[in-house]
């Protein structure tokens, strides 16, 4: 019996990188964005209001990072079993409401496809966030890979 | 008058049971599920996060096993009434947004069809979900029986 | 730069022995009790409520095993500094009002005393619960000590 | 009549600056943090937790932020008034439990005393969080008296 298990999460530096990743493209879009970093347990690693950034959706990204680390998939894919008519329907009653099924909230995973930790976005359109949020994937991606490939 | 009621509920040890059964059934499929029981008064009895089962599924399995053992239907049964333009639409936002309609959640019923307690699967798609959760409910039935044979 | 941080934390194994050795314990007393095991990071993994445990206790055995897995230190050792006049007075407002001082909550620590997860007791007096909570430590320290031995 | 105020407060960039010397100070006191920068209207502005930080240090951080930014003065400064008898007593229950006084969270303030945003800090002891806030401040300081030397 193992009464342990090892989790890897995404360091303190790493979610630095995303950030400055996403900032980069934000502005490259010309919108402000709110942007948080979750680790694989879901817990806040860091956070960014960009000037200029929509005050309601501080708390939307970090819902969206939430919700992609907890439960591993982006939030942009939750389409017709979470409408009315499907079986998850009121999924976003749960986790004190925080569970959100709006886009741009992406899961960065390893190598082997465990959960890492997630980005969330929020201002623009959920497909303008989940682009910035992809930057942001994008940078820790390659971050990873090097890694991988110094050892 | 009758001053007082007699309520039956499941005990810790037919918990301890449901959990099992449930176990087994999800490392049978290969998902890792979050598991809750609750006695007949909603409150939680026992609860199992299987090692890899999704950390925001750890309330959906409490909500559904507390939402089947108040209301005493399995929770996939809310079709057209909960939808938009049902009549117990917005449900999901009574009692504290605990109220859920996805299904996973699934009621002990006694010999008359009394509520016992309730058990709550998450993890897996609602249908999974469910199908973990049976298997919690065929182990109570089956040690519900072989107590009433004995008495 | 080390993008990835490794955290260890308790097994769902782990959590079943933990919880076995308070019921134990309790059950030598004559006090049942509502016993929540959480991972490293403050997630509820485990939990029992023994029958004839208190149902106001369920969430304050939770919450003790929270707040000790997330601050991680015993939730006894609280003392003047949370009184009124102590610089943390007030302390248990945040986090939701999920942290709690009350004892009965005790961290599980590894070889190099880093958090590996929690017990939170509640339902006899805090005294009484962190006795419960102590077994279940005793239990899990005996298994982590027997794996590394094995090693 | 004047019909609008114009509203000074921290930019992303300042509070960048913010963090950096706060998560130096962190480091030369060996002590990993959370750290809130939070603007003049009190919403969170930048945050980072520390490889180590605490989990449930996350929302106390933000709290602290949060009431020194709101109220304008560091929340360690709250004594007799709002303990048990105290004209205050019971302060921490307002803003949805959010307002803190434990020593942590420090106002930054402009030429005139005016708020412009505040840092809160968390994982040591109130005293050692507000020294790692205070090193936020001071660069934030210089940073403000640098720029108006330019003007």
Redesign the interface.
């Known amino acids: 019996?193992?009464?342990?298990?090892?989790?890897?999460?995404?360091?303190?530096?790493?979610?630095?990188?995303a950030i400055e990743a996403c900032e980069a493209k934000a502005r490259s879009m010309g919108i402000p964005m709110n942007i948080a970093v979750t680790?694989?347990?879901?817990?806040?690693?860091?956070?960014?209001?960009?000037?200029g950034a929509k005050?309601t959706s501080?708390s939307i990204a970090i819902d969206k990072a939430?919700?992609a680390?907890?439960?591993?998939i982006g939030t942009h894919l939750y389409k017709e079993a979470v409408w009315?008519?499907g079986?998850?329907?009121?999924?976003g009653?749960?986790?004190?409401?925080r569970?959100t099924t709006i886009g741009g909230g992406l899961p960065v995973l390893?190598r082997n496809k465990e959960i890492?930790g997630a980005i969330g976005c929020s201002t623009g359109t959920p497909a303008q966030d989940q682009e910035v949020a992809q930057a942001g994937i994008d940078a820790?991606q390659k971050?990873?890979q090097s890694?991988r490939a110094k050892l």
């Not at 680390?69 to 591993?72: D, E, F, K, L």
């Open positions: 019996m193992a009464p342990t298990l090892k989790v890897e999460t995404l360091s303190q530096d790493a979610a630095k990188v680790d694989s347990a879901t817990h806040l690693l860091a956070f960014s209001r960009m000037d005050i501080i939430f919700t680390s907890g439960h591993r009315p008519g079986p998850a329907f009121g999924i009653n749960s986790n004190g409401n569970f390893g890492l820790l971050l990873l890694t």
